[in-house]
């Protein structure tokens, strides 16, 4: 079976909710869901494929260094922490 994050696929969480792709190719996320992992409206969610499966997860921006999701800033369209923008800072030139 395959794996996500360690987990097995048969320790993910069935939701028995079924919903079907439109025309578009757009499905539904019930109000349900949004509220429990907390998605709102517009917010970005990154698309993973693990060999049949297709997995959403709320998009977080992390360092582009050590991976962090603390502190997070844009330089330049790249994301950077403050932990590693200080550590930049003390690298001597």
Known sequence: M???????K????????????DELGRIVLPIEL???LDIAEKDALEIYVDGSSIILRKYQPSCIFCDDVKAVINYKGKNIC???LQELK???V
């Open 2 to 8: 395959g794996k996500l994050n360690g987990k097995k």
């Open 10 to 21: 048969s320790d993910m969480k069935s939701t028995g909710i079924i919903r079907k792709v």
């Open 34 to 36: 949004r509220r429990t």
């Open 82 to 84: 403050s932990a590693c």
């Open 90 to 92: 003390n690298q001597e």
